[in-house]
Structure formats: structure tokens, C-alpha cells
């Protein structure tokens, strides 16, 4: 089992309850996942953050589940935006997919992606106990 620290009696909480840190134990098999953006399989990416957010979580719940995770075994997200504004899309979107689940998280706001339309992109870490 994870073991999620928020300190907040000690250190500032973060926005949206997010984890100051999460301990994996020992044995857990873990996953890093590259960074994924709001492309459709054909390529196309929505002028909209929140669906390019729809998109991205829909991407890394593919690859959670390839290794027999969740969710729920989400211990950091590194989310990079062109724009802070993006973050209330990502937000929302977060927790429809996370529920109760607030692991640790780094938000930057970046320059342009590479590819043209893409305004965010995240990558995941998760662990799990077992096979």
C-alpha cells in the first residue's frame, strides 16, 4: 500500500488537496509514463484545453491499465502548460479520473510544444504492490 504524506500542519497545503509526498514500498513494481498530449489516434489535436486533458487521461488510463494499474496507483503527475489558465481544465479533469487519489504533483508553465495546438501535456508515475 502507498503511504501518502500531507503535512499541512507543517508545510502549506498544496492547491487541491495534492499530496506533499508518496512512499512506495518495498516490492511495488513501478511505472514511468513519457509525457502524453491531447492528440487523437488520427493526429488531431482540439483547440480545447480541457478535451485535450479529456484525451490525455483517456492515453494514460491505456497505459495504467497495460501494466495492470490504475489510477489509483498514481503516486506524482508532472503536468506542463502553455498557459496557467490551462490548470482549472486540468483541475477538473483530474479529479473525474483520480477520485479520491491526490498524489504528489509539479505544474509548469512552459513555452510551446513542439507539436502545433498542444497546450499541455502530463506524464505519471505510478506504483503498485504484486504482479
Do not use: W
Request: aromatic residues 6%.
Amino acid at each position: 500500500m502507498l503511504k501518502v504524506h500531507t503535512l499541512n500542519d507543517q508545510i502549506c497545503p498544496h492547491t487541491n488537496n495534492a499530496a506533499h509526498g508518496v512512499e512506495i514500498p518495498s516490492g511495488a513494481r513501478t511505472l514511468f509514463t513519457n509525457g502524453q498530449v491531447g492528440a487523437r489516434m488520427d493526429g488531431y489535436v482540439p483547440d480545447d484545453s480541457a478535451e485535450q486533458f479529456e484525451i490525455i487521461f483517456d492515453r494514460l488510463s491505456h497505459i495504467l491499465t497495460a501494466s495492470k494499474m490504475s489510477f489509483a496507483d498514481v503516486v506524482k503527475l508532472t503536468v506542463y502548460v502553455t498557459d496557467k489558465l490551462h490548470l482549472e481544465a486540468f483541475h477538473r479533469v483530474r479529479a473525474h479520473h483520480m477520485k479520491d487519489n491526490n498524489p504528489a504533483a509539479t505544474m509548469l508553465v512552459v513555452g510551446l510544444f513542439p507539436r502545433p495546438g498542444v497546450e499541455a501535456e502530463v506524464e505519471v508515475i505510478a506504483a503498485k504492490l504484486g504482479n
